[in-house]
């Protein structure tokens, strides 16, 4: 019951705001493939500007970190622990490494990313491979935002949607969500749609008869396919045009949810 910096869990540890933080505890019987896995991932959330980042990629008070031409994914949390923030008058003579961003998307949606790239990195390291077709199979991601929590039914009412008849994976169904709710609001009193009845039950109804999708990505749960080894860094374009016209590619984390 202690694993994360040997405080309980129930103890809040300060953490460095520019350094990741990832623990896991493994269970007693590694065999035991019933009994999960606990990780706790912190993503680095050091103080930035983030107008400079939507303009400049890494420009000075931006936190990066360097990835040389021949790194491998499974060097991306050492690389990441050699983070710096980029500083006027900072010589650099280093024209082959890369400079990512720590953080290249923002709130819910950088923290899923991070959480992606981490279990990515992790089920494909040899301890924790089956040796089967397993390892090639897509994954189940589900959210549930910090404000909710899942009905008893969440997963036995979802995770059956994304199998056919005969129990096989059913690779068209990408995506299930079911409405969130809170208590305290009644439908007829929620003026706000907090509970996002009228999109559910109405506006989603009409459009496509089957209660819709909404935008937020609460109570959602995604069919990720499987990834392989060069996804965990990917090249997005600049938003600005150089001097010389042209739109120039810079490195960033993969996206699987952008913001």
């Not at 019987?29 to 930035?48: H, N, V």
């Not at 491998?72 to 980029?86: G, I, N, T, Y």
């Not at 404000?147 to 990408?174: E, I, K, M």
Request: hydrophobic share 30%.
């Amino acid at each position: 019951d202690k694993f994360l910096q040997g405080k309980e869990y129930s103890t809040f540890t300060p953490m460095p705001p520019e350094q990741d933080v990832c623990r896991f505890k493994v269970p007693d019987d590694k065999k035991d493939t019933t009994l999960p896995w606990m990780y706790f991932t912190s993503r680095a959330k050091p103080k930035e500007d983030a107008r400079n980042i939507m303009v400049q990629h890494v420009a000075v008070g931006t936190w990066y970190y360097k990835v040389p031409p021949n790194a491998s994914p499974s060097q991306w949390l050492s690389l990441r622990k050699q983070c710096q923030e980029m500083v006027y008058a900072h010589l650099d003579d280093d024209e082959l490494s890369a400079k990512v961003p720590l953080r290249s998307s923002h709130g819910k949606a950088g923290g899923l990313n991070f959480v992606d790239n981490y279990i990515t990195i992790v089920n494909d390291r040899p301890e924790n491979r089956y040796g089967d077709d397993q390892d090639e199979a897509p994954s189940l991601y589900a959210i549930a935002d910090a404000r909710h929590q899942f009905q008893p039914d969440f997963f036995t009412s979802c995770v059956p949607c994304f199998f056919d008849v005969d129990g096989q994976l059913n690779r068209r169904v990408a995506f299930t969500q079911a409405p969130q709710h809170y208590p305290e609001y009644q439908d007829k009193f929620d003026y706000l749609d907090n509970n996002n009845a009228q999109f559910f039950r109405l506006n989603a109804m009409i459009r496509n008869c089957c209660g819709g999708v909404s935008s937020c990505g609460t109570n959602g749960m995604w069919q990720i396919g499987h990834r392989d080894r060069l996804t965990v860094w990917q090249r997005r374009r600049k938003r600005v045009r150089d001097r010389d016209s042209r739109r120039r590619t810079e490195l960033i984390e993969r996206e699987q949810f952008h913001t």
